[in-house]
T-cell receptor, first 114, second 115 residues
Framework: ETGVTQSPTHLIKTRGQQVTLRCSSQ?????VSWYQQALGQGPQFIFQ???????GRGNFPPRFSGLQFPNYSSELNVNALELDDSALYLC?????????????FGPGTRLTVT | GNSVTQMEGPVTLSEEAFLTINCTYT??????LFWYVQYPGEGLQLLLK?????DKGSNKGFEATYRKETTSFHLEKGSVQVSDSAVYFC??????????????FGKGTKLSVIP
């Protein structure tokens, strides 16, 4: 069984640029959630994708967008990068029908905006 | 709303000391509760969970009991090891619809165990 993988591991971008982060879900999982973890803070929910549709969104502006593909992998896109977007971006996968909300996390992508 | 409050760190303990990290949650319904651990430079790993009141989650010597009456889910370990040094996050599940959930996390508590 393959766990959750994310790419790239690290990324450095300039303010105003756009970035795409990628996530492959754990085998058998059809739901992907994205979280932003600023330094020294807990992860904050960005949004969730279920069967290729956005299914829940946290308090993030529209310049944060995403996609989910038929194989359940997912992308997080961030436009017009700001310095405050510097963070660890975590992807988590889960399976619908589970009532205990258990999610499995990938290792994260560390984004630095300069 | 859905929120989680956990004790501020950092916490520094000697090896074999007793550990308690407090966590309380807002009581909208009966959410599943979790403790996640994050080792330096890594993502989050599920440590333990409890899905209903009075459930006790346990793993690797860590325990936490779902207390509905006090809306708490405190993490405990009887004898910590240097290898337990990490950041610990308490989290609650919130229903997102279509059978899926999002997690709301506390701010994390950094634990350092010294030999």
């Amino acid at each position: 069984e393959t766990g959750v993988t994310q790419s790239p591991t690290h990324l450095i971008k300039t303010r105003g640029q756009q970035v795409t982060l990628r996530c492959s879900s754990q085998s058998g999982h059809n739901t992907v959630s994205w979280y932003q973890q600023a330094l020294g803070q807990g992860p904050q929910f960005i949004f969730q994708y279920y069967r290729e549709e956005e299914n829940g969104r946290g308090n993030f502006p529209p310049r944060f967008s995403g996609l989910q593909f038929p194989n359940y992998s997912s992308e997080l896109n961030v436009n017009a990068l700001e310095l405050d977007d510097s963070a660890l971006y975590l992807c988590a996968s889960s399976s619908d029908g589970k009532i205990n909300g258990e999610q499995y996390f990938g290792p994260g992508t560390r984004l630095t905006v300069t | 709303g859905n929120s989680v409050t956990q004790m501020e760190g950092p916490v520094t303990l000697s090896e074999e000391a007793f550990l308690t990290i407090n966590c309380t949650y807002t009581a909208t319904g009966y959410p599943s509760l979790f403790w996640y651990v994050q080792y330096p430079g890594e993502g989050l790993q599920l440590l333990l969970k409890a899905t209903k009141a009075d459930d006790k989650g346990s793993n690797k010597g860590f325990e936490a009991t779902y207390r509905k009456e006090t809306t708490s889910f405190h993490l405990e370990k009887g004898s910590v090891q240097v290898s337990d040094s990490a950041v610990y996050f308490c989290a609650r599940a919130a229903y997102s619809g279509a059978g899926s959930y999002q997690l709301t996390f506390g701010k994390g508590t950094k634990l350092s165990v010294i030999p």
